[in-house]
């Protein structure tokens, strides 16, 4: 290889110079000026000697020579000899040159300047902030609802970091939440992968971190590898939670964050979600009522002075919060047996308006025994299910049905995906039968005969964009009620749809149960940033094993048509083993944002129900 010559080292030399930036740049440029002012004042000296002594010697022409460089208007004031003037020309040329240059050097070292700092690259100074990585749909959800729940608190601070355009994520923030009232936003741009992104949030002063599953073909291996570089950092003490799309990643992630990261399946919460919500009517708004932060939330809380009572004593020690279990050892129990007596370090699970409702001592709300009736449940028989569309969670919706339907139950799943009920080996109580139509259309949902079936459930397909889909979910939905209408035939809906804008379009067609998958989880996430212990709560809300929530015809509990309090619905499910928790209206049933539902009443309250209502509680299937 032949030898670099001369000329090649200094190209070499003065393209990394040229490199380092903005600053070298003008270096250059000063540089090139000095060269210039010294060659036109040397000229000067040699070739007009009387013009130098009229300017007072050398100095004099340095800074004549500067002058004109600086301001090349100033040649139109000169006279003397045409060499003077001519080189007077030459420093004005170069100088027009030179400022020129150096004015769009700093022009454009300038806005690239502005430019980083528009995306965020300096590092957060703050303590007690949550940091959220990534960017999904769920950010929206979450940044609303922890605007809620730190409305009291006083310089709350949200930290995102995302790979996008910083103004890009606050102006979107600003368009979709609104206002955020004293709750500041801090965004930066950067990769939740990077260590040195990951350096810009302060992350061990930080209060907890969530960690969210973008839109992309591999979520789940963002999430782990983001979890990965989270582990490399000494923040043991730190809160992480997690969203991951997949029930498979489950065990990868856990490893990946170690065993103080809470995992929130997406898939798995909307599946159960849905199931649930298919069997008893109202129960999806039940559970984002529990889940969000404007009325009744869960608490846990030490209460010592309980120590020795039994849990069903407990249920009436407070007024204005509804006790649902308890933790102890760790453990979570809802709806515990009446006779569990409590220890002193167990925790009480309660749901209640805000944390500073929370009172004991207030007395006892007397029970009203002759407004008790004891009607025994009547137990279901077989039940009938139509399943609308397909998805990738639709396998496993049916599958968590299974674990809750009587047996000789049926599920009749109908569309046009290809995929469609394939992969459902192993049924223990469901029979699957398939029907091949267009869920959207009218008269091939007459043909399948709605009015026998007790619950349906419409799911979104998979096959279109999120926007395509949930359209398709609206027209069958508007199909559906139209046929009720007509024909006169009762059973439950549950749809499932992608975007949050489309709830007030559904509320419409009057779906009983709407589950929007991206607000849930981002919901949940907000909740366990808050507080992480919650996961094991709703863990086991959402749980086929144990007590779950269910709507009971409020004549089984209580005498209808007659003012009755709360307290004495409390102690009629008391003595079935059951928890109230609320109760739904169906003059409500109806009506957004709640339905009809109301959780955590007062419990001196007096209440007149009325055929149809029903008792919303904590039971054993």
Request: charged residues 25%.
């Amino acid at each position: 290889m032949a030898r670099a010559t001369i000329r090649e080292r200094l190209r070499y030399w003065f393209d990394n110079t040229m490199a380092k930036g903005t600053v070298a740049l003008i270096g250059w440029l000063g540089l090139a000026s000095l060269a210039l002012i010294l060659t036109v004042s040397a000229l000067t000296l040699w070739l007009t000697p009387d013009e130098v002594f009229e300017h007072a010697g050398l100095p004099g022409v340095l800074w004549m020579t500067l002058m004109r460089a600086l301001s090349p208007g100033k040649i139109a004031s000169d006279s003397g000899t045409a060499p003077f003037l001519a080189l007077m020309l030459a420093v004005s040329l170069g100088g027009i040159f030179i400022v020129s240059t150096l004015v769009g050097v700093l022009s454009t070292g300038l806005k690239g300047k502005i430019e980083e700092l528009r995306k965020g690259r300096s590092r957060i100074i703050e303590s007690g902030h949550t940091v959220i990585l990534g960017w999904s749909e769920q950010v929206f959800t979450m940044v609303g609802e922890l605007v809620k729940a730190q409305a009291s608190q006083r310089g709350s601070v949200i930290a995102i970091l995302a790979d996008r355009d910083k103004p890009g994520m606050e102006e979107a923030i600003r368009t979709k939440v609104g206002d955020i009232g004293r709750t500041r936003l801090v965004c930066r741009t950067g990769r939740p992968t990077e260590p040195a992104d990951l350096d810009l949030m302060s992350l061990e002063t930080a209060r907890s971190v969530v960690v969210l599953s973008p839109q992309s073909d591999d979520p789940d291996a963002h999430v782990i590898k983001t979890l990965l570089a989270l582990a490399k950092r000494d923040i043991d003490h730190l809160p992480v939670v997690a969203a991951l799309t997949s029930s498979r990643n489950m065990a990868a992630a856990r490893l990946a964050g170690g065993p103080g990261v809470h995992l929130v399946d997406s898939d798995d919460t909307a599946s159960r979600l849905i199931v649930q919500s298919s069997r008893q009517s109202g129960m999806s708004v039940v559970c984002m009522d529990l889940l969000n932060f404007d009325g009744g939330e869960i608490y846990l809380r030490p209460e010592p002075s309980l120590a020795g009572l039994t849990y069903g004593e407990a249920l009436s020690a407070y007024r204005t919060s509804t006790v649902i279990g308890l933790r102890s050892a760790g453990k979570v129990v809802l709806n515990p047996p009446s006779d569990t007596v409590i220890a002193a370090d167990d925790e009480i699970i309660l749901i209640a308006d805000d944390d500073s409702l929370i009172r004991l001592g207030d007395p006892a709300v007397p029970v009203e025994e002759d407004r008790i009736v004891a009607t025994a449940h009547e137990r279901p028989g077989p039940e009938r299910t139509l399943l609308l569309g397909w998805n990738g969670r639709a396998a496993q919706i049916v599958r968590y049905l299974d674990g809750y339907v009587p047996e000789g139950s049926t599920i009749d799943v109908a569309g046009d995906h290809p995929a469609a009920a394939s992969d459902l080996t192993g049924l223990a109580r469901l029979t699957v039968n398939t029907k091949e139509c267009d869920i959207t259309d009218r008269y091939a949902l007459e043909s399948l005969g709605t009015g026998l079936y007790q619950h349906v459930i419409v799911l979104s397909d998979s096959r279109y964009d999120a926007h395509h889909a949930d359209t398709r979910t609206l027209m069958t939905l508007l199909q559906l009620r139209d046929i009720q209408s007509t024909f006169g035939e009762r059973y439950s809906i549950v749809s499932e749809m992608y975007d949050e804008n489309n709830r007030a379009l559904a509320e419409v067609a009057r779906a009983d149960d709407i589950v929007i998958s991206d607000t849930v989880i981002g919901l949940l996430l907000a909740q366990l940033a808050e507080n992480p212990r919650l996961s094991d709560v709703f863990g086991y809300l959402f749980d086929s094993k144990g007590s779950e929530l269910y709507p009971r015809p409020v004549e089984d509990y209580v005498v209808i048509g007659e003012p009755v309090r709360f307290a004495t619905v409390i102690e009629s499910a008391r003595r079935r083993g059951e928890t109230a928790i609320g109760y739904r209206l169906a003059a409500g049933i109806n009506e957004p944002p709640r339905y009809g539902v109301v959780l955590n009443p007062d419990k001196a309250r007096p209440i007149a129900f009325a055929p149809d209502d029903a008792v919303i509680v904590l039971a054993e299937r």
